[in-house]
């Protein structure tokens, strides 16, 4: 069974410092990863998305994440944080959709609220 | 181009009452997801659908939920006999591969 692990509830940084949003996964496959960003009152983004080619993996707004079979871990960093980044952020994993009709269903975990102090 | 759009945004109902949730994916998507975001239980997949069959069905919660999918487009929830415990918000989803786009979401409150 798959599953990720959020490893905190909330970070508070300070604007301008590096942010660290740490997860960790489970699959018995080989899995599709993925962080997307939920701002008060509006919809999932997806921030970025690993499947199986770099291991770094870069998205919008100078977000990037690392995919690390040995620790089943896939961080989100930022060298810089700003106040718009203040938002809920889920780590989400996937099984690849193989075979046509296995989906390919998320599975979010519990989320981390990343607070930026000015 | 347009995303995945849902309505209503807000729907207020009593308990016992039924009601149906709406998602138009963004066009060409042939897969549409369900999933419901409440404060206790987090981010839940509910429904999967390819086309308008749904191989996935494993995530309703209860015989009182059930969907469907018409024209290889539009989706709708469907929730009979509403439970306080059904407040929450429902999102929804589509994909071409692997990307999914979400909606706005539907919040729903059980009274």
């Known amino acids: 069974a798959q599953s990720v692990t959020q490893l905190d509830s909330h970070v508070s940084v300070s604007e301008g410092t590096p942010v660290l949003l740490r997860c960790n996964y489970s699959?018995?496959?080989?899995?599709?990863l993925f962080w997307y960003v939920q701002h008060p009152n509006k919809g999932l983004q997806l921030l970025l998305k690993?499947?199986?080619?770099?291991?770094l993996v870069k998205g919008i707004n100078g977000f990037e994440a690392e995919f690390k079979k040995s620790e089943t871990s896939f961080h989100l960093t930022k060298p810089s944080a700003h106040m718009s980044d203040a938002a809920e952020y889920f780590c989400?994993?996937?099984?690849?959709?193989?075979?046509?009709?296995?989906?390919?269903?998320?599975?979010f975990g519990q989320g981390t609220e990343l607070s930026v102090k000015p | 181009g347009a995303g995945v759009s849902q309505s209503p945004s807000n729907k207020v109902t009593e308990k016992g009452k039924d009601v149906e949730l709406r998602c138009d994916p963004i066009?060409?998507?042939?897969?549409l997801y369900w999933y419901r975001q409440s404060l206790g239980q987090g981010l839940e997949f509910l429904i999967y659908f390819q086309g308008n069959s749904a191989p996935d069905k494993s995530g309703l919660p209860s015989d009182r939920f059930s969907a469907e999918r018409t024209g290889g487009s539009v989706s709708t929830l469907t929730i009979q006999r509403t439970q306080q415990e059904d407040s929450a918000v429902y999102l929804c989803?589509?994909?071409?591969?692997?990307?999914?786009?979400f909606g706005p979401g539907t919040r729903l409150t059980v009274t």
């Open positions: 066009s060409g998507h042939t897969a």
């Open positions: 989400v994993v996937s099984e690849r959709a193989v075979i046509y009709n296995q989906g390919g269903k998320l599975i």
């Open positions: 690993y499947t199986s080619a770099a291991t």
């Open positions: 989803a589509s994909s071409l591969v692997n990307e999914q786009y």
């Open positions: 699959s018995s496959y080989s899995p599709s």
